[in-house]
């Protein structure tokens, strides 16, 4: 082996070395910055806005059930539950759903006495499905009957 041989060895090592030295701190620093806020996926609150934004919009006929105002205090806000649950037929007629106002398709169903229509409500009844399709309570099932009948005389 001559010397210049061996002096290029050396400078090859040299700069392997270098090299290697040089990728280790690239790799720290990249780890350092992706344990930031620029990390996506650890930022809860980005996840979180992630998931809103991608949740499915209408919720009437998922089967998925979401409790609606069971939590909430003080009285059960009848046309809110309405507006959430019970308009998707009863404000369009859907599925022959009697609307909300027309008291042609109502007057027959309120004779039957609020009873039977809180039943009919809570348990089902032909195309009206049990509680709206949804995970309501008797008494919020019970209020939206009571704001729709209320202003379908
Ligand atoms: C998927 C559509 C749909 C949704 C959502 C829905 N309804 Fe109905 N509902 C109907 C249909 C259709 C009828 C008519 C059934 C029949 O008499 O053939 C009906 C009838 C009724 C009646 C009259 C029952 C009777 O005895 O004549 C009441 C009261 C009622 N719904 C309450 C509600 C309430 C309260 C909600 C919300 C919590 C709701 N509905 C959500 C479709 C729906």
Redesign the pocket.
């Known amino acids: 082996m001559s010397h210049t041989d061996s002096s290029i060895i050396k400078n090859m090592v040299f700069i392997i070395a270098a090299l290697v030295v040089f990728m280790i701190i690239i790799i720290i620093a990249a780890n350092w910055l992706s344990n930031g806020s620029t990390n996506v996926a650890d930022d809860s609150m980005v996840q979180e806005a992630i998931e809103n934004r991608i949740a499915p919009i209408g919720q ?2 998922t089967g998925a059930v979401a409790p609606v105002a069971a939590a909430a205090a003080g009285p059960v806000d009848g046309k809110a ?2 507006q959430q ?6 404000g369009t007629g ?5 609307k909300l106002g027309d008291s042609g398709a ?1 007057s ?2 309120i004779g ?1 006495g609020m009873d ?6 809570i348990k089902g ?5 049990a ?4 995970n ?1 309570d008797d008494d ?3 209020a ?2 009571k ?3 209320d202003n379908s005389k």
């Not at 859907?94 to 009697?98: H, I, K, L, R």
């Not at 509680?131 to 949804?134: A, F, H, T």
């Open positions: 009437v006929n539950i309405y649950a019970c308009f998707a037929c009863h859907a599925a022959g759903a009697p109502w027959a169903r039957q039977t229509l809180n039943d009919h409500a009844f032909k195309g009206m499905p509680r709206g399709g949804q309501l919020s099932v019970k939206a009957v704001y729709m009948v």
